[in-house]
């Protein structure tokens, strides 16, 4: 299967199942695009000489596996029931309202709560019994807002370095935090302890505050803003990331990238928000255009940016490296939910991962009843790119590796039908980190 797409003056080929990316003249890139559209190659308007040659220079590299290399039969995915990430909910509450939280502001459509510390002990001694070999393991302090619930995020850290020690393995802990209720002990304990900080800021002022309110409707951008940036001065050169969401209300994006950058950020993601159809913040097929135009902007805004070492940033999605990247397993298999990842509520429940909490139908088991259900297991393990009908001829498959499973249940009804618009704005990041790369060779 091959791809064929422009990224700025350049034109692109990807061989899908072999990885291989080649640059070409406009008359071998219409030859190519006349050959994938099912038409005579010699139709496609270039000199009769040329073609042949094209034609030949794409049997040669045929031949040798870098060209139009034909889909394997599906391999075998092996499962296991090593666990290697955990998303500990420590508070389904939020100080915030934002207006597309996916866990509806924080309490998972259920009732607020914390979690108590021996809850999360369990869920601690959980992962490391079930995380068999696994030398690495990780896990996520998550909310709602998890500094609501600070003194068990401090015990659960000191017990994971226990566990450490027992169990001759290694954590590295996560807290994704609105930064809201930080003050300078909170900073000083993230800084030490935590491997990497997500940090929910949406990048202009006006519509961060529009669109993330505090619980009495007022503004949160003003402290959040002032509080991350003490965070991640503080940091040195351990990873975190800034994660802002954009909606229909800001689909010029680009300006809330440069927002974040001026203020200090390198590394950054805006993520394009999931919502129902009906919701006033959702994204509809109408604004793909304009989203992909707002894509290839950030992209040439990118680029320039890198070039100078006062402006270097980083972008989350444009993040690509075809000889470094993840093995096959898991381009094929995708984020392990409900066989490698797993999310634990306040109250002990276990469920594939922290956005199919509530979904009472996908409930794995629970602390108190801690065999997992087998089923599920099966048809997570069972559900791949090699599996699902839309994605097994999708050129970008080993590269989104299916997409977020529970967006596909939530919007497309089943683990094996994707979301249709997640899946178009995965294509547009993916040509342009393919075109950053090639541009940045």
Known sequence: MIHSFQFQNQNVLLDVESGAIH???????????AIERGEDPYSAGIDANTVSEVLSDLEELKSSGAFGTETPTAPEILGGSAIKSMCLHVAHDCNLRCRYCFAATGDFHGERML????IGKRALDF???????????????????PLMNWDVCEQLVAYGRELEQKYNKIIHFTITTNCVALDDEKIDFINREMHNVVISLDGRKEIHDALRPTVNGKGSFDIILNNAKKLVAGRGDKEYYIRGTFTRKNLDFL???????SYGFNQISIEPAVLPEESPYSLLPEHLARINEEYDAL????????E????????????FDPDGGPCLRKRINGCGAGTEYVAVTPDGDIYPCHQFVGQQEYKLGSLDHPALRNDLQEAFLGCNVCTKDKCRNCWAKYYCSGGCMANAVLYGGSLETPHEISCKLMQKRIECAIGIYLAER
């Open 299 to 306: 992209a040439d805004y990118y680029l320039e940016s890198r």
């Open 255 to 261: 300006k809330d990238v440069k927002a974040l950058t």
């Open 308 to 319: 100078n070492s006062d402006t270097w940033f980083n972008f989350f999605h444009f993040m």
């Open 23 to 33: 640059t070409v003249d406009d008359a071998a890139f219409a030859i190519v695009q």
């Open 127 to 145: 992962l490391m019994e079930r995380s068999g070999t696994r030398h690495h393991l990780e896990v996520d302090l998550f909310g709602g807002e």
């Open 115 to 118: 979690m108590p510390f021996e």
